[in-house]
């Protein structure tokens, strides 16, 4: 099959804008609040909504969206995030705000349950990890600039401007997913499994398991980070944003070169990437308080935890290639659940027990996660009598 790359890009253009939209408030919440007249914690809330609207549209999607063109949907996701801008950006009070928010939760959820699909039908097979990883990349990138971009922004033409920027990135995303991206006609293949049907799988189930606890544990840390830089580390107003700044782009660099590691082994990479996060997780503890190792710390997980899901998605399409996007929809939805769960675990043992349990949890729930990989590699190996006939290794 010919490969469209230049839809890949067009695509990862598109993810860039996305999460930026997805977490600009997170740099804007004091002067969105009070303009909105209310208080930070609920100007908060817009990135709570997003999430569960997320999850809603992701379990939904596949059925929703029915035999409709696979490049018409990805199109209609795109115009409504512009819309999700624009009303957030002329939003006159609270309520407009939160229903802009819930618009670009509906984009999350759509566009990542179709992702995976898309890219095994963008790409050959053997190129489906790259593919990923560079729509991954655009995730990354996002992360680094959206915070200080949103900050900057926001104190040059206002937290209202700082969103009607990212309206002629998503403008010229949308065009060029239209010149780029080939028709993708839905396969009638008969009735398919729903979302939650694809847990009745054993392997899936594992693989979910595996992948939920891996969120649930990068972001037992990693939600608390800043405030551990802050009263651990001491890290002050000209060092933290370097800090912060060097876990994106080893975030970044990790989505470069985990296709490599990917192609010489799934499995073996799922198992090791959590299980050196953990390492480091424990690491942090006794080296909290020195900047320089706690910084090489940091961008070690960065670029581990970045890389991690573009082994998760690579798992997805080659476990589940007749049904990538009912797949892909219950994958987005352990990952938002995962992520909720572990961010609300390590506020309450942060809050009561300090930095040093929270990291313990944070490293048991990883060493959970590689086992639970090893669980799936093992479902998922062939026989011994067909690995004998073949020659062949998962």
């Not at 396969?187 to 049907?197: D, M, T, Y």
């Not at 782009?249 to 990437?273: E, H, N, S």
């Not at 082994?311 to 996007?325: I, M, V």
């Amino acid at each position: 099959m010919p490969a469209h790359w230049g839809g890949v890009f067009a695509m990862t253009l598109c993810v860039f804008a996305l999460i930026a939209s997805e977490f600009m408030p997170v740099s804007l919440l004091t002067p969105m609040a009070a303009d909105l007249r209310v208080s930070e914690g609920w100007t908060g809330y817009g990135i709570a909504i997003s999430g569960a609207f997320a999850v809603l549209t992701s379990l939904s999607i596949a059925r929703l969206v029915g035999t409709l063109d696979r490049k018409v949907v990805l199109l209609l996701l795109t115009a409504l995030m512009a819309m999700s801008g624009l009303v957030v950006a002329l939003a006159p009070s609270y309520v407009v705000y939160m229903l802009g928010r819930a618009l670009i939760g509906v984009v999350i959820g759509g566009f990542w349950s179709l992702s995976a699909a898309t890219a095994m039908r963008l790409v050959p097979p053997a190129q489906v990890p790259r593919a990923l990883a560079v729509f991954n990349g655009g995730n990354a990138l996002a992360t680094v600039i959206a915070a200080p971009l949103g900050s900057y922004l926001g104190a040059v033409i206002g937290w209202r401007g700082a969103f009607l920027c990212l309206l002629p990135l998503v403008g010229i995303a949308l065009v060029w997913q239209g010149l780029s991206l080939p028709r993708m006609v839905a396969q009638a293949v008969g009735p398919r499994p729903s979302v939650l049907g694809l847990l009745r799988r054993r392997l899936v189930l594992l693989g979910m398991t595996a992948c939920a606890a891996f969120f649930m544990g990068q972001f037992a840390l990693f939600t608390y980070v800043r405030p551990f830089l802050e009263t651990v580390t001491h890290a002050g107003a000209s060092m933290l944003p370097w800090m912060l700044l060097g876990i994106g782009v080893g975030g970044f660099l990790g989505t470069v070169v985990i296709g490599v590691f990917i192609r010489r082994g799934l499995y073996r990479t799922l198992v090791v990437l959590p299980l050196l996060m953990a390492v480091i997780a424990v690491a942090l503890i006794p080296l909290g308080a020195k900047p320089w190792p706690v910084a090489m710390l940091l961008a070690a997980w960065g670029f581990f935890a970045t890389a991690a899901p573009v082994g998760w998605w690579s798992w997805l399409a080659r476990t589940l290639t007749e049904d990538a996007e009912a797949g892909g929809g219950l994958m987005v939805a352990v990952v938002q659940c995962a992520i909720a769960l572990g961010s609300t675990m390590g506020g309450l043992l942060f809050d009561r027990f300090g930095f040093a349990i929270t990291f313990m949890a944070s490293a048991a729930v990883l060493l959970c996660a590689a086992a639970l990989a090893g669980l799936t590699a093992v479902e998922a190996s062939p026989p011994p009598q067909q690995i004998v006939q073949t020659g062949e290794m998962v």
